[in-house]
Nanobody
Framework: QVHLMESGGTSVQTGGSLRLSCQVSGYTSRRDFVGWFRQVPGKEREGVAGIDSVGMSKYADHAANRFSIHQDTIKDTVDLQMNQLKPEDSATYYC????????????????????WGPGTQVKVSS
């Protein structure tokens, strides 16, 4: 079974950068969907960045041009580089993996994922 573990979350000031890493164990398909999501108390979990089955990256509007996602198939990691951080980026960030079953899906849709990491907390202050 797939096991995910996020790392890299910490406190940072507005304008700073962080790189979150998701270590993936137990998956073999390089076409699997991967994604980064975030959630704050009282709000719905929202997609941040994802990669579809053909390797295309997709970003939420709030992440476009600031965040980038990269899947390292050698290290089996999925990294989220976050730049120009804002207080509204503060959240618990989760990575997720979903198997490819022959049909393209939206990697920013939380509904497609069953495998989640425990999350890593990011706090951005001014």
């Amino acid at each position: 079974q797939v096991h995910l573990m996020e790392s890299g979350g910490t406190s940072v000031q507005t304008g700073g950068s962080l790189r979150l890493s998701c270590q993936v164990s137990g998956y073999t398909s390089r076409r699997d969907f991967v994604g980064w999501f975030r959630q704050v108390p009282g709000k719905e979990r929202e997609g941040v960045a994802g990669i579809d089955s053909v390797g295309m990256s997709k970003y939420a509007d709030h992440a476009a041009n600031r965040f980038s996602i990269h899947q390292d198939t050698i290290k089996d990691t999925v990294d989220l580089q976050m730049n120009q951080l804002k207080p509204e980026d503060s959240a618990t960030y989760y990575c997720a993996v979903a198997p490819y079953r022959g049909r393209e899906l939206d990697p920013l849709s939380s509904a497609i994922y069953e495998n989640w990491g425990p999350g890593t907390q990011v706090k951005v202050s001014s």
